[in-house]
């Protein structure tokens, strides 16, 4: 990442104005302006082809799976998306709200899987499964019910299939033959197999049950939401609306329940001891490598504490054989690896940076396996013949994301397997350490190809080389990459931040600048990745964009992270209030003209900027923004803040509502989905009535039927870019 000393100096050189502006409309056209890319990519458990989803070139709604022989020759079309489902279908509410938490935008293939054996993948298409013989090479209907099969899995040896419909478990023989139902009696409110609300949208677990290894037993959990409040929520489509009967818990009010139990193929079900407490979250469940013993994470619904167990699933007796304990709270990773030997692999941040510790099958520390002052981001695979890890980390900046391998049996330094100055994303091979990598920066559309374990190339997957005939070659002379540069922050932290000048920029004029804001716990927003080719559209229009990363910010140091611990909305507003500054010190920005949009938490963001005392910013675009944070889930918000009992200050802090008599008139437009089910729309409700009640004019844009994240169509998108585009026009130019 280029730092701003040397980068500022060459902003102040003018730029020549550049040909072929890129037409708004073909940003949201077929085929992706941003060119072929791999996405869902996996290696074949042969580790002689590898597997991708892609979008059609002449539909972007639409996806296909795509599979390429290790050994070389063009990639070819496994499963035909289009051809699978031709035509669009209504899905269940059930599927619905799987794909919004997943955020999936498109049809066809959206997801598959590989069994172990590598006979054959399983690719669930719009509410029905198709498995595809490797053998064969064919593909097959399993089901042919009115319903929709949800959760779709190969059983790891691939003897079964197996899915949830209508709130219980079937499987079903992959070569064919009858239905079995694993569970009865699931309804919607106490249903068998499916991961809640919470667990699918806050804490990263998408499913509710898990095979054993050779295939003779499910774990299973049991969700009973009948304690959970009914929070009626309006869903406005195009042609009627409706009234949802949601139930969502909100801080300080009780969550589901949830039960676990192990159930044999051939035998008894049996109910796992979960402890006496049932005011717990049901965080990870992992079995052994042979099957013999159920590791469960268990977490404290304050999120301090965070349990392993040990259970014998015959009897479903268990012990905890590790704990980690924060006094701010304990996030949830996918961390955990159970090793062949019995011993495993966990990350922890015991150390103020999340590491890589290696246990005995009993919990005892056997030795720390990477160290220093940077984060582990995640581990990517395994090779246990060589006793290596692959993980993710930002070790060279926070904004740069490389691979790396290391020993987890003897003191080594890690290893890096991939190129500095970008980022990458990869899938690891179960043996042997191959891997297919994807490559990114502000230049390079992302790029995927397939790598030895140490890192050599051997094909390439998707060049997507941005060259003559890619998309959008003959607009990347338009294309600037960002500036990278630091400032303080109060407490003497490093605040990373990035900025983008139009084509043509000359550092004689003042330009408005627009400050793209998320802000909350997440990953870095300031990144050396390839953008949205929608950012293009404020560029083009004579915009500076520009991004920083406050506190909260994960992948940086514990205290950095956790500096925002019940006062969300706080500190970060005060590091971008102090980015706004640094802006309006620049000599070719426009300190009068600075806006800001963000979504969600962003919108957040953007709420509390506009009316921050004697705010600098003269526009602002909220899109789905919390305006309270009692109205929001339990998992994500007691987790920063505790309950409103506990921490009434900190609620009441950041409270948009109180804050609004300082908005400006005319300042803000307001977008929101009118089904969403996650920022539910009376926080923006609350918002118009209480602006029009005090008589400050403001701008609504809603969005009939759309959701927070998910159903957003291409034409959708638009609409939305070439709005935020007229209001700062009006705002920021006249």
Known sequence: MKLASAALAALLVAQPAMAEQLPPKRIFDSPDISGPRARGVKLSPDGKSVTYIKTRADDLTIADLWVADVGGGEPRLLLDGKHLAPAVRELSEAEKARRERAGVATRGVVDYAWDTQGKVILAPVEGDIFVYDVAAKQARRVTRTPGDEIDAKVSPKGGFVSYVRDDNLYVTPTAGGAERAITEGGTELKSWG???????????????????PDDKAIAIAFVDQTGVDVVDRPEVGATGAKVVAQRYPRPGRPNAKVDLYVHPLDGQRVKVDLGENADIYLARVAWAKDGKT??????TRDQRRLDLLAVDPATGKGQVILTATSPHWVDLTDDFKPLKDGTFLWSSERSGFRH???????????????????????????DEAKQTVVFSAHRDSPGERRIYAVSYAKPTEPRPLTSA???WTVTVADKGGAFAGTYEDPRTPPQTALYRADGTRVRWIEENALKAGHPFWPYAERLRPPTFGTIKAADGSDLWWSMRTPPGFGAARKYPVIVQVYGGPSGPRVAANWHTPEDQILLDAGYILFRLDNRGVGFRSVAFKTAIDRK????EVDDQLAGAAYLRTLPYVDANRLGVTGWSYGGFMTLLMLTAPDSPFKAGVAGAPVTDWKLYDTHYTERFMGTPADNAAGYSATEVVSRLPRLKAGSLLLMHGMADDNVTFDHSTRVLFALQAQG?????????????RGGWTPTNRMHRAMTTLEFFDRKLKE
Do not use: N
């Open 696 to 708: 400050t004019p403001f701008e609504m844009m809603a969005y009939p039927g759309l959701r927070h």
């Open 194 to 212: 499916t991961a809640e609300f919470i667990a699918q949208e806050e804490m990263d677990r998408d499913t509710g049950y898990w095979w054993s």
């Open 421 to 423: 100055g970008g980022w």
């Open 294 to 299: 159920l590791y469960v994470q268990r977490q």
């Open 356 to 382: 890589l510790y290696r246990y005995a099958r009993d919990g005892k520390l056997i030795r720390q396996v990477t160290e220093g002052d940077w984060p582990v981001e995640e581990i990517e695979g395994l």
């Open 568 to 571: 969300l909305g706080q500190l």
